[in-house]
């Protein structure tokens, strides 16, 4: 009977026409989303009461279906399905919302993997406050029947998802953050010299010795890092090399790491920007742990506001005031920053990827574009008859040496051409050189080679 009534239910014509049921029952019109009344009511409310003033996604959950016209008989009329220990897949579901409200551009692209009529029916749910049916969206759409305990009693289905929210919810997210790594051995005797090795999710380890860095940082370099081993095939004795590893379907805009390995003293400082395989991605929630009660909830930001939401608690949508208590960090949810919105900030605080570095923004940014161009230009030797056209430039050069300190200057320049000769656009050393030499800079001659070597 069990198998039966969940087949008859899976995501199909039959479950469709569910919800299209719902949503003609439970029709309510609204001008703002959930994600807006959220955010209103944070942002409204005095500094000690920033709370939502309704449950958001309680635990649990009752849903009632009521026989249709074409059934021949049904006794009783109503087939109730309860939900049990929900929390594996509240806190992620909360964050998912809140991701995409906020981000007009990510329900396209999650769309794409999650399926477009899945991201529609569950932004419209959580917006209609229909709750139970979004986790029965997820559970019968998304989750295996292998992943969650069934029972019937009598008329009512019961579906349990006590366990891991990582296998609930984490694994289920299709190829939303697969990634691939190839290796080949060096030895041409190998009997799989050639091997790709896929994941569906970003585990990471805890860094056996201390770093120079952010241990979170150095623990997802190493996940995405190339690395030399030893071969484990049988019989082969050659070494083993992986290459970089990248996102099969290039940055996903979210990415979830598990840290259910992680022990609580090391993580007391958690980053809130992330380097991952080239790609920038800013801090947005986390899910969080209680051991005692094997229980999950999440925190979230809106508008520089942390929140915590807990499915068991009756305004279970609060203000983040401080740290919560005995609570384990299980995971970290982290969203992608668009490249468009970092290449429009001029003058700021650049990172160790290759970018200007915050001390250099007292070198005018005018001049900086214009020692760049010449650079470009004068990248041949057959070009290098064109200096005789920088006079202007260098006027300028040496006026800005008579008003500042002429060592930041020459640090300032060197640092801006092994930039640009780190992006691969290859200049020759002696056009630096003598750009260097007409200023009246020698000592940049001399560090030119080291640098470029760095």
Known sequence: MDSKFYCSLKYTEDFKHLFSETHEGTHIERTKTLFEEIRASVNNNEEQ??????????????????????????????????????????????????????????????????????????????????????????????????????????????????????????????????????????????????????????????????????????????????????????????????????????????????????KSEELACVPYHLDLSEHRYSLEGATLFNKEEHHYSAAFQIDGYWMHYDGLRSDNLILLNKPPELLLLSSLVYIRIDKACLESKKNMDYTSSGMPHKKLRNFPYVLWKKVVISIVVLRTSSCLKMLSNTEVIVSELKTEMQKSKWLVIVKSLMLNVWWILRHRLWIRIQVCSALCVKVGMKACVLDAPALVSA
């Open 49 to 262: 009461d920033r709370s939502f003033w309704r449950p958001v996604l309680p635990w649990g959950g009752v849903y009632t279906i009521r026989a249709g016209r074409n059934a021949i008989s049904c006794t009783p009329l109503y087939v109730k399905i309860s939900l049990k220990n929900t929390c594996t897949i509240d806190g992620f579901l909360m964050l998912l919302y809140v991701i995409l409200r906020e981000n007009k551009a990510f329900p396209r692209e999650v769309g794409l993997f999650l399926g477009k009529d899945f991201v529609e029916h569950f932004l419209y749910l959580m917006d209609s406050y229909d709750y139970t049916t979004v986790k029965l969206l997820w559970i019968w759409d998304k989750m295996s029947k292998q992943q969650y305990r069934s029972e019937i009693h009598r008329a009512a289905l019961e579906i349990d998802l006590f366990g891991n929210e990582h296998e609930n919810f984490t694994k289920n997210l299709e190829n939303l953050m697969s990634t691939i790594q190839e290796s080949f051995c060096t030895n041409w005797n190998c009997p799989a010299r050639f091997q790709e090795f896929v994941q569906t999710t970003i585990n990471i380890n805890p860094p056996r010795e201390q770093p120079h860095k952010d241990l979170i940082q150095s623990a997802v370099d190493k996940f995405f890092c190339p690395r030399i081993l030893f071969c484990n095939e049988l019989g082969c004795d050659g070494l083993r090399e992986f290459s970089q590893r990248v996102f099969c379907h290039g940055a996903p805009p979210f990415v979830i790491l598990n840290m259910q390995l992680w």
